[in-house]
T-cell receptor, first 114, second 111 residues
Framework: DAGVIQSPRHEVTEMGQEVTLRCKPISGHNSLFWYRQTMMRGLELLIYFNNNVPIDDSGMPEDRFSAKMPNASFSTLKIQPSEPRDSAVYFC????????????FGPGTRLTVL | DQQVKQNSPSLSVQEGRISILNCDYTNSMFDYFLWYKKYPAEGPTFLISISSIKDKNEDGRFTVFLNKSAKHLSLHIVPSQPGDSAVYFCAAYTNAGKSTFGDGTTLTVKP
């Protein structure tokens, strides 16, 4: 298996632009998580899905952030409009609910908003 | 309110010695705990876990201890190797699957 796939690996954009981060979880996994890592706040859980349904989005910082999971093999995290303080590494992770505790992380997307 | 704390941002040990990484939590609803290891430019990878019904779990050189009354867990690595140098995250999970991570401890193992 290829593991969790994230794209793009790096994104540089200007303030005010829309940014879309993509994630393909490991086949057969039915839980998906989006995290953000910054120097100031460490690794924060933004939102997670079970069976494509958002379960807890209390970590999403504000309405500019939205996440979707239209099917079991794809999820997006969108920021619109983006701001410089959104600059961070965004990780996607997936797990099998029956073993929900071990999450497999993707390599991350490094986002820079100028 | 930070529910999971790793109070030591960094730790340096000599190769062959024991590394002890600590983690404290405040939420009694956490029932499962994991340690993740992270190298630069990579996502975290699972290392070892422990259920709240246990007080110890061992896997090779890695042992995790849980003290529920103190809401404290620790990761022991013995003997430490230079390849263990990484950032270690403590993570706590509720039975609904929600995870909360600590800020991480950077371990440096000197040859």
């Amino acid at each position: 298996d290829a593991g969790v796939i994230q794209s793009p690996r790096h994104e540089v954009t200007e303030m005010g632009q829309e940014v879309t981060l993509r994630c393909k979880p490991i086949s057969g996994h039915n839980s998906l998580f989006w995290y953000r890592q910054t120097m100031m706040r460490g690794l924060e859980l933004l939102i997670y899905f079970n069976n494509n349904v958002p379960i807890d989005d209390s970590g999403m910082p504000e309405d500019r952030f939205s996440a979707k999971m239209p099917n079991a093999s794809f999820s997006t995290l969108k920021i619109q409009p983006s701001e410089p303080r959104d600059s961070a590494v965004y990780f996607c992770a997936s797990s099998f609910r029956g073993n929900y505790n071990e999450q497999f992380f993707g390599p991350g997307t490094r986002l820079t908003v100028l | 309110d930070q529910q999971v704390k790793q109070n030591s941002p960094s730790l340096s040990v000599q190769e062959g010695r024991i590394s002890i990484l600590n983690c404290d939590y405040t939420n009694s609803m956490f029932d499962y705990f994991l340690w993740y290891k992270k190298y630069p430019a990579e996502g975290p990878t699972f290392l070892i876990s422990i259920s709240s019904i246990k007080d110890k779990n061992e896997d090779g050189r890695f042992t995790v201890f849980l003290n529920k009354s103190a809401k404290h867990l620790s990761l022991h690595i013995v003997p430490s190797q230079p390849g263990d140098s990484a950032v270690y995250f403590c993570a706590a999970y509720t039975n609904a699957g929600k995870s909360t991570f600590g800020d991480g401890t950077t371990l440096t193992v000197k040859p």
